[in-house]
């Protein structure tokens, strides 16, 4: 069984859990454009009625909008539900999360959510936080050789996210730093002392947010909690 099957049966046992009325987080990455279209096709189907989504990115929206989910803008109520992939997932679910760039605009919707369920395929399953994945963080364009600067000073290893002649540019016009966590790093202190840096908007990191996670594997999908 390829990754992409694994992704979608993940999906699919996440979708499961939405229902008929549901505000949902829409998230972001090849995992989560299984949900959206998942849900599409329930609300064609008449599987499911009256389902809105919250876009976690430009697109996200434009492919909730193409399989026929309306879509609202964040607001303050709270979201019934919200259907993400993740980088990393540590055995307690807190994740890494923002390779695919949308870091800020998942925070801020999946911290909204009654339910914030994670899917993947099992590659993304690490024992520490950092194992495997760098850590995206989100930082302001203006002075961000200061910022870079400052972050170095607590992760030294790491660089600003560059696929081209320029660096990458999120959906909020910010840039990010990919930065390397040395095992044995306390998480939760690192991620005040990130947050706590001038210049940084957001961080990849997403501690006890999760509700549960469906792992896919080639023997079957795990449901951690
Ligand atoms: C985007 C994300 C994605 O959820 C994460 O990168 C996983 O993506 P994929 O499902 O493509 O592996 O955080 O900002």
Do not use: C, W
């Not at 430009?58 to 709270?78: F, H, K, M, N, T």
């Amino acid at each position: 069984m390829d990754l992409e099957a694994l992704k979608r049966e993940a999906a699919l046992r996440a979708v499961a859990l939405v229902k008929s009325g549901d505000r949902v987080g829409l998230g972001t990455g090849s995992t989560a454009k299984y949900a959206i279209e998942e849900i599409g096709r329930k609300l064609a189907a008449g599987e499911l009625t009256g389902v809105v989504g919250v876009a976690t990115s430009e697109a996200s929206d434009v492919l909730a909008r193409q399989v026929g989910i309306p879509v609202e803008p964040l607001d303050p109520r709270p979201l019934d539900i919200a259907i993400d992939g993740a980088d990393e997932i540590a055995p307690n679910l807190d994740l890494i999360k923002g390779l695919g760039g949308a870091l800020l605009r998942e925070k801020l919707t999946e911290v909204q959510a009654r339910r914030f369920i994670v899917i993947a395929d099992h590659t993304k399953l690490v024992e520490h936080i950092g194992e495997k994945s760098a850590l995206p963080i989100e930082i302001a364009r203006f002075g961000f050789l200061s910022t870079i600067e400052r972050l170095r000073a607590i992760l030294p290893a790491g660089r600003l996210r560059q696929p081209g002649a320029q660096p990458y540019v999120t959906d909020n016009g910010n840039y990010i730093f990919d930065a390397q966590i040395p095992a044995g790093t306390d998480i939760a202190a690192l991620e005040r002392q990130l947050k706590g840096t001038l210049g940084v908007v957001d961080t990849g990191l997403f501690l006890g947010m999760a509700e549960r996670a469906f792992v896919a594997a080639p023997d079957g999908v795990t449901e951690l909690t």
